[in-house]
C-alpha cells in the first residue's frame, strides 16, 4: 500500500500530518469536508486527516441515502474496506444545486449515474461502446449506465445556505453533470475565499441536453480564482462503434475525469491560517511541493519544521525508485535507439 504524504514518519517523531496540523489545532481550527454526491462515502482522505475533520454529506438517492448512514454501501458491500471515521459527520438527504427547489430525480440503471439532469441523449449515449470482460467493446452506455428507471422529485438546495459562513477545506463534486450549478450555488462562498480546495468530475462532452463540459467548470472557477492543479483521466474508456480491436492495441476514446483546484495564493489574499489550512489538505492529495511552498508562506511552523518535513517528503523509497525506473525503461530505451539513428 502506498504511503501517503501526511503519513510519512518524522525522523524527530510523528509524521509530518502531526507536524502540519498542529498549529491549525493549537487555535482551535478543525478542518471541513464537504462530500457532493456522498453515496459510497469519503474514502479519498487518509484516515489521519479524516479524524481531526468534519465532514458533510450529500446523497437525494433515499435509497443509497440509507446504505450510507447505516454503513452499508456498494463499496462496503463489495468487500472495499469502509471509509474513514471523521471527528463528526452529518449527511442530508437532499441534493445540491443553484436555487432552493424541488425537481425531479432521475433514477437510472448504472445507481451511479442518477442525475439531476435528465435522460441522456441516446444519439450520443448509444454510440458510446464501453469495454466488456471479455475485452470487446459492445455494451452501450445507455445500457450500462444511463437509462432512466424512473424519477423522484428530490429537495434541491444551494451549498451557501447549508455552510454558512464557515470555511470548507475540500469540496468534492461528483452530480453526473450538475457540477456547475453546485458551483453556481456555492457563489458566495467561493468569492469570499471560502473554500479552499475543489475535486470535481467534469465531460468533455455533453450527453444530457444541459451538460457544461470541462472548459465551462474551469472558466467558471477562474473568476473567484481557483488555480487548476492537476487532471485526473481514470474513468473507463470507451469506442464510438463496437469493435474486435483489443484495448491494447487501440487509442479508446476519454469521456470524463477529475479536475484538482486550489484556491490560488498568488491572486487572493490568503491569511496565515488558510494558506495552513491549504496547505495540509494539498498535502493528502499528493501536491507535496506545492504544499510545502504554502507552509512556507504560512510561516506557522518553524524553518528547522518546514525543513524536516521537506526531507521526509523528499524521499523516494528503494521499491517507489525501481517502479519508476520500469516506467521509463521504454522511453531510455527508444532514446537510445534514436541516438542510433533508429527510429521505433
Known sequence: MV???????????GTVGEAVMAPLLERGVEPLVVDVGARNGMSL????????????????NV???????????????????????????RYHDCALWDADERRPFYLTVGVGACTLMGPSRPKVTDRMFLDSPDGRARQTYTELHTGVVKTEEVRCRALD??????????????????ELRVLKGAKRLLESGRVLF??????????????PVFGEQHAFLNEPGFRLLDLDFEQPVYSRSPTRIPRAVDRRLKYAGDAYYALD????????????????????????????????????LGIEAVSEIEKALSRILLKKR???????????????????????
Open 3 to 13: 504511503t501517503n504524504p501526511f503519513d510519512i514518519a518524522l525522523p524527530s517523531g
Open 45 to 60: 482522505l487518509p484516515a489521519s486527516y479524516c479524524r481531526l475533520a468534519h465532514l458533510i454529506g450529500f446523497e437525494p
Open 63 to 89: 435509497k443509497e441515502f440509507n446504505k450510507l448512514t447505516q454503513g452499508t454501501t456498494d463499496a462496503v458491500e463489495a468487500g472495499l474496506p469502509p471509509p474513514p471515521s471523521f471527528r463528526s459527520e
Open 161 to 178: 445556505q447549508v455552510v454558512g459562513d464557515e470555511t470548507i477545506d475540500f469540496l468534492k463534486l461528483d452530480v453526473e453533470g450538475a
Open 198 to 211: 475543489i475535486k470535481s468530475e467534469f465531460v468533455c462532452f455533453g450527453y444530457y441536453d444541459e451538460h
Open 265 to 300: 495564493p498568488d491572486r487572493r489574499d490568503l491569511d496565515a491560517l488558510d494558506l495552513h489550512r491549504l496547505a495540509a489538505v494539498s498535502l493528502t492529495m499528493g501536491f507535496r511541493s506545492f504544499a510545502l511552498g504554502l507552509l512556507e508562506d504560512a510561516g506557522l
Open 322 to 344: 525501481l517502479l519508476l525506473a520500469w516506467r521509463q525503461f521504454p522511453f531510455t530505451v527508444q532514446r537510445a535507439l534514436s541516438t542510433l539513428g533508429y527510429h521505433v
